[in-house]
């Protein structure tokens, strides 16, 4: 017989009325910090805006993405940043790709764009402030001006700057802050 031949550990042990083990109630696995039905319903809506993002622009989503994606309700500022989007592409698509070309930017393995070691010396080494829009002009044209944003102390809805330090981390070559 087949069982004669498996070792003692590996056998299943016989259940019956007087050996039949405790049974707790199934529990379902719990989400998140709270695990609490809002908390479920955002976890659901982060999820499903990540694949989205990654459907509808075959790039990751960035917390910043997501972000807007949950906490802005009006249809119509959701329509102006598609709208500009829209008009923004073909314009910024070429630019892009002359940078990369110039070795002064490089797409990252997971999408999105930095400056490399080349880029930056040449950003540092303008002598008049770079950029006429809104995003460059609130920072005086320097690209290291955070202006006391902390994308930590953001993602948990708080304001003001972190106390310690961002760990550097090196991926590929090119370091990232």
Do not use: C, W
């Amino acid at each position: 017989m087949i069982d004669e031949e498996v070792p003692e550990e590996f056998k299943e042990p016989e259940v019956g009325p007087e050996t039949e083990p405790e049974v707790s109630p199934e529990k379902g696995p719990e989400v998140g910090l709270d695990a609490g039905e809002d908390n479920a319903d955002l976890e659901a809506e982060v999820l499903f805006q990540v694949a989205h993002y990654r459907e509808e622009y075959k790039a990751p989503a960035s917390l910043a993405d997501i972000a807007f994606e949950i906490a802005e309700t009006d249809p119509e500022i959701h329509e102006m940043m598609m709208d500009a989007v829209k008009e923004g592409t073909p314009i910024v698509g070429p630019v892009l790709k002359r940078l990369v070309d110039q070795g002064l930017i490089m797409e990252t393995e997971f999408g999105g764009y930095i400056t490399t070691p080349d880029g930056d010396e040449m950003v540092k080494g303008s002598e008049e402030n770079l950029g006429n829009t809104y995003e460059s002009e609130k920072h005086k044209g320097q690209p290291e001006d955070t202006a006391g944003y902390d994308i930590e102390s953001a993602a948990e809805g708080e304001s003001g700057e972190s106390e310690k330090e961002p760990e550097k981390v090196e991926t590929s070559g090119v370091p990232f802050p």
